[in-house]
Antibody, heavy 117, light 106 residues
């Protein structure tokens, strides 16, 4: 059974940093692109970033490039999202999703990030 | 990112057919996927590559894509179909999501 479990969310002050993790089980992690998608409270889905199987190709939403970094560790079957310079507008549930390009077939339960003073 | 436009809401009576549209520049040249998200839950893929259904998705959900518009059609709508629906497409190096359509089953 495919499972994606996000962790690392929480409350952070504006300007702070946070790193999210996504632990993958039930499939061959190293064979898939992976993606982060976020959803602000009562808003729609917003693509954040994705990464290829080897971690060599990374794409970011224009509005986030430079502050967020996606990475992966295939030996640990894990995906990461490092977030710096956090703002109130970054408050959202962050989902990781398996990506058999060009769609997302399995999603995690999400990690809530709240940016507030 | 790639811009996709959906109507904010649609409503349907049980048993009827409802269509949710998604428009974008030359969308017919790209693969479109659709996701269903029920309140408090993670999104679920219901249509991929324009017309394909993942295992477990009922046949009464179908998709099409041509020109600048993709359409999700739900036939014989049931109360359990009430949810937010999002279209998605990949354009070169960017992924786009539609703003979402809230489906209300009256």
């Amino acid at each position: 059974e495919v499972q994606l479990v996000e962790s690392g969310g929480g409350l952070v002050r504006p300007g702070g940093s946070l790193t999210l993790s996504c632990a993958a089980t039930g499939f061959s992690f190293s064979n898939y692109w992976m993606t982060w998608v976020r959803q602000a409270p009562r808003q729609g889905l917003e693509w954040v970033a994705n990464i290829d199987q080897d971690g060599n190709i990374k794409y970011y939403a224009d509005s986030l490039r430079g502050r967020f970094t996606i990475s992966r560790d295939n030996a640990k079957n894990s995906l990461y999202l490092q977030m710096n310079g956090l703002r109130a507008g970054d408050t959202a549930i962050y989902y990781c999703a398996r990506t058999p390009h060009p769609h997302f077939d399995f999603w995690g339960q999400g990690a809530l990030v709240t940016v507030s003073s | 990112s790639y811009e996709l436009t959906q109507p904010p809401s649609v409503s349907v009576t049980p048993g009827q057919t409802v269509r949710i549209t998604c428009s974008g520049h030359e969308l017919g040249d790209k693969y479109v996927s659709w996701y269903q998200q029920k309140s408090g839950q993670s999104p679920v893929l219901v249509i991929f590559q324009d017309t394909k259904r993942p295992s477990g998705i009922p046949e009464r959900l179908s998709g099409s894509n041509s020109g600048n518009t993709a359409t999700l059609t739900i036939r014989g709508t049931q109360s359990l179909d009430e949810a937010d629906y999002y279209c998605q497409a990949w354009d070169s190096r960017a992924v786009g999501f539609g703003g979402g359509t809230k489906l209300t089953v009256l």
